[in-house]
C-alpha cells in the first residue's frame, strides 16, 4: 500500500525521528519537516562537503522542508493551519517539549481529531525518567546489548550501527502505519509512543527469553545463539580480512569441512572441543585472502560470507548494484548516494530521482503561501525574524 495520500508534519531533529519519517517518505508520504531557525545538530556532523553535512542529507531525501520560530505565536498559529490537513505528526524531543510549545497532542488532536500522534523519546513519557537525556550509546548500554557484544578481553565493543536509534525509527514508522490502517476503520487519530531504551531492549528478543527463563546471564548459557562457535564466527584471512564462517546446519557444516579437507573435525563435539577446533580451522583459513576463499566456495552454498566494506556490499549481489542504492539530487553536492530500504522497491516508484530541498527559505514562503498567508504577512514574519533567518 502506497502512502502517496498521507501527510507528514516531521518536528524531528535526532536520528530515531528522522529515521521514522525517512520510511514514510520512501514508502511515498509527504514530508514536511519543521525545522528551528539555527542548524540542528545533525546538520553540523562531519563528514563536512561545501558546508553540507552527508550525515544530514542521508536522510532527508524526497522531504520538503520550513525553518520557522515556534516560540512565536505567528509561528505557531502558521503550525496550526499545517495540522489542518495533515495525518501524522512526529516528534522526538523530550517528553513535555511539545507540549511546552503549544504542540502537545492533546491540542493538535482538537485542530483535527483524525491525527496520528507519534513522540519518540529515550524512556516514554510515563517512565520516572522521562526527563533524563540519552543517545543510543546510554540505550545499548543500560539494555545489555554492550554487556553481550565483548572482544576476547571481555571488553565492551560499541555496535558500528546505532541499534537503538534504527529500532526505534523503524518501529515509530510501522506504528504509524497501523495506526493509519485502524484509522479507517474508526475515523480517529491516536497518540504513539516509542521508547528507545524498550526499541533497544526488543532486540535482545531471543536471549533476553533464555536469560529471564533460566535465570542466567546469556554468556552462562552455552547453547546460545548467536556465539562465537565454530561453526559460527569470523576467521582472518592471509591478506588480514576477514572471512565469516555460519555452518550452523548438520549439512552445511559437512560440505565447509569438506571443501576444507578437514572433515576428521567432524569426530569432535563442537561445544567440548569448540576451542581445538576453532583453532585447527583458523589454521587453515589463515593460508589463503579472502578473495581466494570467496573464489573457493563461490556456489558452494554452505553459508560463507567475505567481511565486505560498504563499497563491496553495494555490489555484492550478483544482478550488480543493490536495489537499495539510489541518488539524492542535492543543489551544491550534486548526486549524493542513499542506502533506501527494502520496502521502498515495492512502491512502484521510480529510482534515481530522489530531491533534495536545500533552500529553506523559498520553501518556507511557498508553504506558508499555500496554507492562505499572503505577501505582506510573509514579509512581515520575515522582519521580525520568525522566517528567513
Known amino acids: 500500500m502506497s502512502l502517496a495520500h498521507i501527510k507528514v508534519l516531521d518536528f524531528t531533529h535526532l536520528l530515531p525521528g528522522e529515521i521514522a519519517s525517512t520510511l514514510l517518505s520512501d514508502m511515498g508520504a509527504e514530508v514536511l519537516r519543521i525545522e528551528r531557525q539555527e542548524p540542528t545538530l545533525n546538520e553540523r556532523l562531519p563528514p563536512i562537503v561545501d558546508g553540507e553535512s ?19 505565536d505567528a509561528g505557531i498559529s502558521a503550525v496550526y493551519k499545517l495540522v489542518e490537513s495533515a495525518d501524522v505528526v512526529i516528534e522526538n524531543f523530550r517528553p ?15 485542530i483535527n481529531d483524525k491525527l496520528v ?3 519518540i523519546s529515550g524512556y516514554g513519557s510515563q517512565s520516572k525518567w522521562s526527563a533524563r537525556p540519552g543517545h543510543d550509546l546510554n540505550f545499548v548500554a543500560e539494555t545489555g546489548i554492550l554487556y553481550e557484544t565483548q572482544d576476547q578481553n571481555g571488553a565492551p565493543i560499541m555496535p558500528a550501527v546505532f541499534v537503538s536509534d534504527y529500532m526505534s525509527g523503524t518501529y515509530a514508522s510501522l506504528a504509524i502505519v497501523a495506526a493509519l490502517l485502524e484509522r479507517e476503520q474508526s475515523g480517529k487519530g491516536k497518540k504513539l509512543e516509542i521508547s528507545m531504551f524498550e526499541s ?3 532486540a535482545l528478543g531471543v536471549k533476553g527469553t533464555m536469560s529471564l527463563y533460566l535465570n542466567l546471564d546469556p554468556s552462562e548459557i552455552h547453547t546460545k545463539y548467536p556465539d562465537a562457535l565454530p561453526n559460527h564466527r569470523v576467521y582472518l584471512c592471509q591478506d588480514g580480512r576477514y572471512l565469516a564462517v555460519a555452518p550452523v546446519e548438520t549439512e552445511f557444516w559437512i560440505k565447509f569441512l569438506t571443501l576444507i579437507n578437514r572433515t576428521d573435525l567432524l569426530k569432535k563435539d563442537l561445544l567440548k572441543d569448540r576451542h581445538f577446533i576453532t583453532d585447527e580451522i583458523a589454521a587453515v583459513i589463515q593460508t589463503k585472502t579472502m578473495a581466494d576463499w570467496v573464489a573457493h566456495f ?8 567475505p567481511v565486505n566494506k560498504v563499497s563491496e556490499a553495494v555490489n555484492f549481489l550478483p ?15 550534486g548526486p549524493v548516494p542513499q ?3 527494502p520496502i521502498r522497491r515495492n512502491q512502484d516508484q521510480a529510482s534515481g530521482n530522489d530531491q533534495s530541498c536545500s533552500d529553506t527559505v523559498a ?8 496554507i492562505g498567508l499572503s505577501d505582506e504577512q510573509i514579509l512581515a514574519m520575515k522582519a521580525c525574524g520568525i522566517i528567513g533567518r
Open 117 to 119: 500522534y507519534c513522540s
Open 54 to 72: 552527508l550525515y544530514f542529507w542521508s536522510l532527508h531525501r524526497n522531504k520538503r522542508r520550513i525553518k520557522i520560530d515556534l516560540k512565536t
Open 200 to 202: 533497544a531492549l526488543s
Open 96 to 110: 513535555a517539549v511539545m507540549e511546552r510549545l503549544g504542540l502537545g497532542a492533546d491540542t493538535l488532536q482538537k
Open 339 to 341: 542506502l533506501t530500504n
Open 298 to 305: 563461490q556456489d558452494a552454498n554452505c553459508c560463507v560470507s
Open 319 to 333: 544482478e550488480g548494484q543493490c536495489h537499495i542504492v539510489t541518488h539524492m539530487e542535492h543543489s551544491r553536492l
Open 363 to 370: 520553501e518556507t514562503e511557498l508553504v506558508l503561501k499555500s
